[in-house]
């Protein structure tokens, strides 16, 4: 959190730390406190605090932290430095990460590690697209193409959250928060917003003839309930390796 790496749920109630074995100090209803080796390499200052830095966080993240969390924190880390970023050095390459993971053994949650590194995509545009990717996975489902760009009949440039080119579809998740904060109403009334996602949406049918499923997260998250709606859109089961659970 101090970093700023989304995950996927609500945020734990308890602080991990790290402390000695000769600290005497014990774990809380609040603060957890873990006996393991961090090197001086591994921690920097950030906001006041010592903390383990970008590189660290994410692996020990990917290893212990279910898949989807994960994932979601390592396509913020490989993503491209977006405007505004406050800390860039949230960034970290894929071969860094590679690396870092090459070199953990006899560790708990490496393979998970080492596959969240390959499931990661820094195209990925919020942790609810993370989600809906994983179960996707989880599926067996075709692996979507991300940020699809369609140039609609006027021109206009549009990006569709995933696209599936060999059924001729693209896929949104709707996270409902921009419908209800003003960041993302931007003065705008929820009817114009939904109005305005209207046609964005017929646009880039027009422009792309390829037909658009949607989804929330409550969809995503019902495995038997968005197998039906990705097969609704012509899209079926692959003999692909599952990710980790």
């Not at 090459?102 to 490496?110: F, L, P, W, Y």
Request: aromatic content about 6%; hydrophobic content about 40%; glycine content about 8%.
């Amino acid at each position: 959190m101090l970093w700023g790496y989304p995950i996927v749920g609500d945020w734990p109630r308890q602080i991990h730390t790290t402390v000695g074995a000769r600290s005497g100090q014990r774990s809380t209803d609040e603060v957890v406190r873990h006996v393991v080796n961090v090197t001086d390499e591994d921690v920097v200052e950030h906001e006041g605090l010592l903390v383990t830095t970008p590189l660290r966080t994410l692996c020990d993240l990917a290893r212990l932290a279910p898949f989807v969390t994960g994932v979601a924190a390592l396509d913020r880390a490989v993503a491209a430095p977006r405007d505004g970023d406050a800390t860039p050095s949230i960034h970290v390459p894929r071969e860094a990460l590679l690396e870092r993971a090459a070199s953990i053994t006899g560790k708990r949650g490496v393979r998970r590690l080492r596959q969240a590194i390959d499931f990661a995509d820094g195209r990925s545009g919020s942790a609810g697209e993370t989600f809906s990717r994983v179960q996707i996975g989880r599926l067996r489902m075709p692996r979507p193409d991300l940020q699809v760009e369609v140039v609609d009949l006027e021109g206009r440039l549009w990006h569709s959250d995933f696209g599936w080119e060999e059924v001729r579809q693209l896929g949104e998740f709707d996270g409902l928060v921009k419908y209800t904060r003003n960041q993302f109403l931007r003065g705008r009334s929820v009817a114009d917003v939904v109005i305005a996602e209207k046609l964005r949406e017929d646009a880039m049918r027009a422009a792309s003839g390829c037909g658009t499923v949607r989804w929330v997260y409550a969809v995503a998250a019902n495995l038997p309930r968005f197998e039906r709606l990705l097969r609704g859109a012509g899209l079926r089961p692959e003999n692909s390796r599952l990710i980790v659970l």
